[in-house]
């Protein structure tokens, strides 16, 4: 049966709030677990039944399809909500469905794992802060508090330009930013933006209309420069990793900033990197922490704090990882005990003793496993 537009525009006016909090918090794709703790937090459902018509309500429209979470290759028993093109042409006030893109059925399940963690951060981290304050939860005052904060928990992949010019007009930041490393930083990017839109106007005519064809492009983005440089040589130098190292390197890392605040003269960032996939291993984290480190210390021109919070799906995962990080090197040479593991990367990624004193990292995990992968069914899948 087709359902005309004019029922669609009725269904989204009405479920509008439940939309904006899946296309701003989930990227468009939320579970259902998470939707209704949302719900419940700001007043939108009295119960799980009438969160339930609701969902059903735009899952028979066609603005939401509903969609088997599935995780490492197993289903749980939770389901995932998923915008349909209409959804998000309402959002976007687009013409017509050509307009926007869709979003494919997943294949693989990075960007529901993204969206769990994110999720769980606000809900867990941020609301309370706002209900602390004596505020109403909404999703106004969720994205007040995120942009005070000046978090990039909302950005996505390839969207660290956009963050950084926001940073450089940012009124409380400016007299602490070093502006022309900040200015040439959005420079690159902008050029890197620009020679991507040439490369696919290339690659288009170059495939006759038909397609994309191909990208006429070094680097494909900001997000993957380092990598894609990094193949072309081997022999590139940590200096030059450092260099190039941006905003969208943080984000392709699932890295997010979490807060960027001033105390006293000082600027203290927070910095999570979520472990989506139980893959990282404690070398990979602590180049990226080296990495942001002389980042933030080429954007403001003070002193900076760094506190880097490594969150895992659950506390096996997170001890694993921090053992390897406290665990102690030994000199080839002398057979000496030396600092511990985490410590001696940093140096080797040119993070001085005095600089180490001013990066905090902490392990931590969001209990994933058991929220939403069904505790031990799924725990030694994941663990492989």
Known sequence: MTISNANKQTVCDKYRLYLEIIYRFGNKVILMKQLYQYAQMMGIARSFSAFYGSITDLVNADILRKESFNAFGKKTQLQMLVMRKYGIRFLEEKPDSYSVASVKKAIGNERILISIFKNQYILNKVIP???????????????????????????????????????????????????????????????????????????????????????????????????NIAKRSQDLSKEDKIDNYTIDTMLAFNAYVAQIRIDKGQVKITVLIFDIFNRSNVYKVATHIACMYHMFTRFFECQIELKVGVVSIDEFASNHLKSQAESVTIDFVSKERRDSRLSHIFEKWHVNRLMKERIEVHFVDYDITNQFLDGIKHANLVRR
């Open 129 to 227: 802060r706002i209900q602390k304050e004596g505020m109403r939860v909404t999703l106004g005052s969720i994205i007040d508090l995120l942009e005070r904060d000046h978090s990039t928990i909302l950005y996505n992949k390839n969207q660290g330009l956009p963050f950084l010019m926001k940073m450089h007009n940012e009124a409380t930041l400016q007299k602490y930013l070093d502006m022309l490393s900040v200015e040439q930083d959005i420079e690159n990017m902008q050029d890197i933006k620009r020679r991507m839109g040439e490369g696919l106007k290339k690659g288009s005519k170059a495939s006759d209309g038909k397609g994309r064809g191909r990208l006429y492009l070094p680097e494909v983005s900001s997000m993957n420069r380092i990598d």
